[in-house]
């Protein structure tokens, strides 16, 4: 995993197209935070899922650092004043602590728009067609937009104001964090160009994991290592914000990660999966992880 | 031209397809500034283009909704405390004065992405080739991103800090304003799969149309009438914001925006497009216009 982790972040490092005329500060400012470190699992989700199909790993690439620019806007923004007020991030301080809150904001902004950009890359520079690029791009403007990410995360703003059950925690989850792991792995299938069971079986197991993952990121905020975690643990605690193992306690909550995590495997087995052995692999890693 | 913006205001007025959910506030704060007015300009020069080359009114209205999204979410931003702190845009309260900050830079983040959801629209419900589509989603991200609108945003704010020449400026104006309004005409040929010659003309025209128009923004901001405007006239000066006009005089500042609304005029005649009467409407209407 290691090996796509450089790849993507070699990328990632030259992800303005040569001869582009873009003002240093909002350069820096961009690389900044896309180089800030990271489990890099999106992208790592985007190729496991293309070479599952039996896909290039250079064809995921543009796609796969798509994914890693949505998702660090997203982390910019979030962590602006105005939303979480955040002054650090993996342990560095944040965007806006660094660059200042207006060019934190377009940073952002520069870094979703790009986003696209790198998508279309996929059947540019490689033999992805055209129709299944666009179907990408629906995806990620889909799973990343209002009914997606940017709709979880004005749930979650307003969660902060009285969160009623398990029911809204599960809503958040699913946005804020889960659609933008779906999309990955829809986004390897479809470079791959999967048949439509194979993509059901592709979203099944992002779902899950996704879930998994952000259960498991709610333990780990109450019972993690700061040094590992790089943000105070228990942060959550202290900003009252409800978790999952609020609702459910703490053994509940790691039976429902472990749960989670065997179904979406079980998916690929059901899902004429040919090379799902990195996918597996992932899902064990994300168990068993402690930060 | 009053129909074409009935019609995209119509299809704004339902930008989420049925069945999406979206959280009530941020749907309400992105609808807000969609319906804040404005003269629909970008919209028009997509449908004029298109028509202008034999296409449909009907399948350049997605990427016309598309392209008003971005200029919505790029002033829902610029508005922002962090930004420029405008209390009133087009005279109503700004997105963040009504709905707050936290929800001013999402809904300006929705937008955005959703913009690209509908220029998807544009090869899945008309006839739009899906590489035709791809070309105006690698535009959309190129001329609203990095080095594009974001980039000459970037730069506007950091030459209040000071510009030093008229090269400067017109980076910024071709940048923050220009580049938006180049994509709308070349968008507009490519949904009528137009030829290289045909893009080339578009483009030249867009080019001059869109510094003609910041210029004549600046005029107007100088001796324009409030109450047209709906915003307060002078601001630049006293913001200390430099100009065309500070630069160039007055007389010279109209001077030149004869000059380039004719030289963009003639790129029309010149590249072989077929029925420009629209385009050549919208540029007389813009070199009259008092707001």
Chains 1, 2 share one sequence.
Not at 28 to 38: I, P, R
Not at 207 to 224: N, P
């Amino acid at each position: 995993m290691e090996n796509i982790t450089v790849l993507v972040v070699d990328k990632l490092r030259n992800f303005i197209p040569e001869g582009w005329d873009v003002p240093k500060t909002l350069l820096k400012s961009m690389d900044y935070s896309l180089m800030a470190g990271g489990k890099r699992l999106r992208p790592l989700l985007v190729v496991a899922a293309a070479e599952a199909l039996g896909a290039s790993r250079e064809a995921a690439l543009p796609v796969a650092c798509a994914v890693e620019m949505v998702h660090t806007y997203s982390l910019i923004h979030d962590d602006l004043p105005a939303m979480d007020d955040d002054d650090f991030r993996r342990g560095k301080p944040t965007n806006h602590k660094v660059f200042g809150e207006a060019m934190a904001i377009l940073a952002g902004d520069g870094l979703l728009t790009h986003a696209f950009y790198s998508v279309v890359q996929a059947s540019k520079e490689h033999d992805v067609p055209a129709a299944n690029a666009l179907a990408i791009i629906e995806d990620l403007s889909r799973y990343a937009g209002p009914a997606g990410m940017v709709g979880g995360q004005v749930a979650d703003m307003e969660g902060e104001q009285g969160i009623t059950g398990l029911n809204q925690l599960k809503y958040i989850h699913e946005h804020k964090t889960g659609d933008l792991i779906v999309f990955c792995l829809k986004a390897g299938g479809r470079i791959a160009s999967a048949s439509s069971e194979q993509l059901k079986a592709l979203e099944t197991y992002g779902r899950g994991l996704g879930l998994a993952f952000q259960i498991q990121d709610d333990i780990l905020d109450l019972v993690g290592d700061e040094s590992k975690l790089g943000k105070k643990t228990q942060s959550d605690v202290k900003q009252q914000k409800v978790t999952y193992p609020f609702f459910l306690g703490l053994d509940k909550s790691r039976e429902e990660v472990d749960r989670l995590t065997h179904a979406a495997k079980k998916a690929l087995s059901d899902g004429f999966i040919p090379y799902p052995g990195r996918l597996l692999e992932i899902a064990d890693f994300l168990l068993r992880r402690d930060h």
